[in-house]
Each structure stands twice: as C-alpha cells, then as structure tokens.
C-alpha cells in the first residue's frame, strides 16, 4: 500500500505530458497549362501544422508561366488575387505583410520545389478557405478549396 501510494503521488507531481503535435503533408502540382492537380485539400482536425510541398512541373520559368501557392479565407481570396496584380515578381504578386494570407509560397518556375509551413491554429473549422496562385492572371483558373477538419 506504501508503495501504491508513493507512485500516485508521483504521478500527480508529474506535468501532464504535452498534447502531440501532428504535422500533415500534402503536395500539389501546377503546370504550365495554368492547372492545380487538387481541386480541394483536406486538413485533418487532428494537425497542428500542414508542410505543404508545390511543384512546378512546367517547363517555363517563373517570369514567364510562374507559380505559387496561396491561402486566404474565401471572402479575401478575389481582393488578395487583385491586389496582388499590383506587386512584383519579388513579393510572389502579393501585397506585402497582408494580414488576409494566412500562407504562401514564392513563385516559381518549371521544374522548381518550394514548401510553406502553417499552423492550422490559423485555421477555423468550417470557415471557407481558397487557395490559388497569384501569378497575374492565374489566379481566375488556378484555384481550389482547402477544407480544415
């Protein structure tokens, strides 16, 4: 019983362990046809973080046919796109430091890798969210749904 006693004090003075945190992959291609290879991306409510990997797998550079890959809710996706119509190569045709992109990547070109990592605590579930690419005028065909939960 002594024994039975000294572990359950043990375990009362021990931290509870922290909750796991749960990184979630996902890749999506674009091309130089102007096409994603995923309409919809879907988050599990279990992630902490989502690694996403975008592939350029084009031929033609990023001046030419660049891609990237950005996150809004939906409401702010169409004033970002326009908004970003205005910036450069440079800023991936983005406004800088805007508080409506929750992710992005840089634009890139044929045969070129990029990765973006989020927490998904930027995330609401239920909450509408589009993803596209803000090269000019990509973002019209480039588009899809990313569904968190």
Known sequence: ????????????????????????????????????????????????????????????????????????????????????????LADSYLPKNDARVIAFTPVIGGGQTTRVRFATSKLTRGEDYTFFCSFPGHWGLMKGKLVFG
Do not use: Y
């Open 1 to 88: 019983m002594k024994r039975f006693s000294m572990l359950l004090a043990l375990a009362v003075l021990l931290p509870a362990a922290p909750a796991m945190a749960r990184t979630c992959a996902v890749t999506i291609e674009g091309n130089d046809r102007m096409q994603f290879s995923l309409p919809e991306i879907r988050v599990a409510a279990d992630c902490t973080q989502v690694d996403l990997t975008l592939r350029h797998t084009g031929k033609l550079g990023a001046t030419a046919m660049g891609h990237n890959w950005v996150l809004t809710r939906t409401p702010d996706f169409q004033p970002v796109a326009t908004a970003g119509m205005r910036a450069t």
